[in-house]
């Protein structure tokens, strides 16, 4: 937000934002609908979701690009049509790869991570669990240092 709005005496800074995304913030029926769906609507904002949308559709369009590119590269056989063919091709090659580069690069290892971050979290939780069964404390729960 920008010191304009708030200047401006705007009740709601986010009233020029949203009226922007076309949300009748005028309207109560629609903020009370925001308001119920919020949660919902920040997981789905803040998680991986947009990005794997945008990959998908990266690919999708990439190959169909690839795809029409060689098709119109061996059909058409004068010079600037070719010329035509020759980019939608490279284009369509280049789109559909780089998904796949940014898949084995970035988003395969990021899922190992998360699965690997939640097997030593369940782990950890059921040690603790264990020593706390057995009356005792987990290491580390005291806050002093453990002892290799």
């Known amino acids: 937000?920008?010191?304009?709005?708030?200047?401006?005496?705007?009740?709601?800074?986010?009233?020029?934002?949203?009226?922007?995304?076309?949300?009748?913030?005028?309207?109560?029926?629609?903020?009370a609908w925001m308001g119920e769906?919020?949660?919902?609507?920040?997981?789905?904002?803040?998680?991986?979701?947009?990005?794997?949308w945008i990959l998908g559709i990266g690919f999708v369009v990439g190959l169909a690009a690839h795809a029409g590119g060689f098709l119109l590269k061996t059909s058409v056989t004068t010079e600037p049509l070719l010329l035509v063919a020759d980019l939608l091709y490279a284009l369509g090659w280049s789109l559909w790869t780089g998904v796949v580069v940014v898949f084995f690069v970035q988003i395969w290892p990021e899922a190992k991570r998360r699965q690997l971050k939640r097997s030593l979290d369940a782990y950890e939780a059921a040690l603790r669990e264990k020593t706390r069964a057995r009356g005792g404390q987990a290491p580390g729960d005291d806050g002093a240092p453990t002892a290799r």
Do not use: W
């Not at 800074?13 to 949300?23: Q, S």
């Not at 769906?37 to 794997?52: A, D, I, K, T």
């Open 1 to 31: 937000m920008t010191e304009g709005s708030a200047a401006k005496g705007d009740p709601r800074p986010f009233t020029h934002e949203a009226r922007a995304l076309g949300i009748d913030v005028d309207n109560p029926d629609t903020l």
């Open 37 to 52: 769906h919020l949660p919902e609507f920040r997981q789905q904002v803040s998680g991986q979701r947009p990005l794997y």
